[in-house]
């Protein structure tokens, strides 16, 4: 019945006041709640005579006084004669590497700037490799479960990819390239790293 629906507003907050303000809608209530049928299910129902107001329970946190620390000396920013100290970076350990003939700054300008990729951009780049300061690999990415299956979702992967490697991007170079057909689509690529090994 639609009057149930009412039914614990009619015991908590929709008041006297309120159902005098509205006489159908309260006597309509009180003719449905005392008919002999609703009363077998839901037993006598006991309107609210005035609104329950709601109450917050308020925790009371003790406050405990703290012992004053000791104070700290603040971190030297200047030396003896006033001048500002630099934090010195923890090195990056493939800054540490022995020097290459290799470099990388300029073949991906090169690379990026070329019109034939595949064909004198490769050649260039075989030309000027040094395998003792950099590595290639062959990379295949391992799907999960409803990868793969859609191009544009699988082309945003392998971008995606590549661009959390942003803080390496000085150390590597990467191509990826998306093969097969809808709905078994597979990432494959190749990586140049400095170093012998996988960073």
Known sequence: MTASFFLVAAQTFLDAGFRKAMPK???????????????SVAGHIKLAAKAIAPTLKVEVKKVEEKKAAPAKKPAATEDEDGNPIEEKK????????????????????????????????????????????????????????????????????????????????????????VLGEEPNLEIEGVWLFRGTTIP
Do not use: C, M
């Not at 809608?25 to 009363?39: K, Q």
């Not at 300029?106 to 490799?129: P, R």
């Not at 990379?139 to 082309?155: F, I, R």
């Open 90 to 177: 923890a090195p990056n350990p493939l800054d540490l590497l022995p020097p290459s003939s290799f470099d990388l700054f300029n073949f991906k300008t090169f690379y990026v700037n070329h019109k034939d990729k595949s064909g004198e951009a490769i050649d260039e780049f075989l030309k000027i490799y040094d395998p003792a300061g950099y590595a290639l690999w062959f990379l295949h990415y391992d799907k999960y479960k409803g990868e793969g299956e859609v191009l544009y979702k699988t082309e945003n992967l392998s971008k995606g990819f590549l661009q959390r490697f942003d803080q390496f991007r000085k150390h590597a170079f990467a191509r990826h390239i």
């Open 25 to 39: 809608f309260g006597a309509w209530l009180e003719r449905v709640f005392s008919l002999p049928a609703y009363v």
